[in-house]
């Protein structure tokens, strides 16, 4: 009988079919099994594990909430935001982008007519926003677009400031994910699985890639898994003569919290917490996750700063 040794170096991935939005995909031949296991594993990194770009925070003139009209617009603000929120764009660093719009007139106003400050690129340009009525309707606007993962509530967006509206943010570009298991053919044996993937994109990651990443993913935790990562850091920590540290002058320490460069976002929620420079920041890192409005994301900026700076 046939085991996973035999065939490891024997499966094949071809490519079916692939477009900008849309891939099929094909692995064989897998042991019997393996097709479901490998295709659920496979489905759940895609849908949830991706980093994307969404739109979280807007402000528009006249608008102070959700829950009113402009003068001119025929869509409502809640219209207004659900359009915005199908926004898909690329953003090429960790930087947030800004979207301005100020447009004046009748006609449709489409994602295309935002204009992009920033390293990014609005993917669904002929996307509908809104559209004026009147001759003297006019819509200013200026959305925050940043990268992540998965999803994001409003309330992880929050900011202190009048006029902005946070939003629910998914960053996600696989939209949808399906597998099939057949059957495939090695040597005599008949009856192995070929496992069959499609993979759906909002436009913004091809396919192949979001595939790619997937794999990637899986292939770090499963690393994890069988003590890779543990046996490396102690061969390395052996190799390596002790790390002294380093530490802060008080200088240092007094570096106010605007001036460390982390994003607005988390900024404002370090400030909310009373965390008002460096100092107080090293002190609190264990803390972190305990900081509301802060999140997975904030915490993450926040400590590949303290480590490439080897701030402790």
Do not use: C
Request: glycine residues 8%; negative net charge; aromatic residues 4%.
């Amino acid at each position: 009988m046939l085991t996973y040794k035999d065939l490891l170096d024997k499966v094949q991935l071809k490519t079916v079919e692939q477009k900008k939005d849309f891939g099929r995909f094909v692995f064989e031949p897998l042991p019997v099994g393996f097709g479901h296991t490998l295709g659920s594993v496979l489905r759940r990194t895609l849908l949830s594990s991706i980093p994307g770009a969404a739109v979280t925070q807007v402000k528009i003139d006249g608008a102070t909430h959700p829950f009113t009209t402009l003068p001119g617009v025929r869509e409502d603000v809640v219209d207004l935001l659900l359009n915005i929120k199908k926004i898909r764009l690329k953003i090429f660093n960790n930087q947030p982008v800004i979207l301005k719009l100020d447009h004046s007139g009748t006609g449709e106003i489409k994602a295309g007519d935002l204009e992009v400050v920033g390293d990014g690129e609005v993917v669904n340009t002929g996307l509908l926003l809104a559209t004026l009525t009147d001759k003297k309707s006019k819509l200013s606007m200026e959305l925050t677009a940043e990268s992540g993962v998965g999803y994001e509530s409003a309330e992880e967006h929050a900011v202190n400031k009048v006029g902005v509206i946070p939003l629910d943010s998914v960053f996600s570009p696989v939209t949808e994910v399906s597998y099939r298991v057949g059957l495939a053919r090695f040597g005599q044996e008949t009856t192995l699985d070929s496992l069959e993937v499609e993979i759906k994109t909002d436009g913004t990651v091809v396919p192949s890639e979001a595939l790619k990443t997937a794999s990637t993913i899986l292939q770090d935790f499963f690393a994890a898994f069988s003590h890779e990562k543990e046996e490396e850091a102690l061969t390395s920590a052996a190799e390596k003569p002790e790390d002294k540290g380093s530490s802060l002058g008080e200088q240092e320490l007094g570096v106010a919290l605007e001036d460390l460069g982390l994003s607005t976002r988390t900024t404002n929620a370090l400030l909310k917490a009373k965390i008002k420079n460096l100092g107080e920041l090293v002190s609190k890192k264990d803390e972190l996750s305990k900081i509301k409005g802060l999140g997975q994301k904030g915490i993450g900026e926040i400590l590949e700063l303290l480590k490439k700076q080897d701030w402790k």
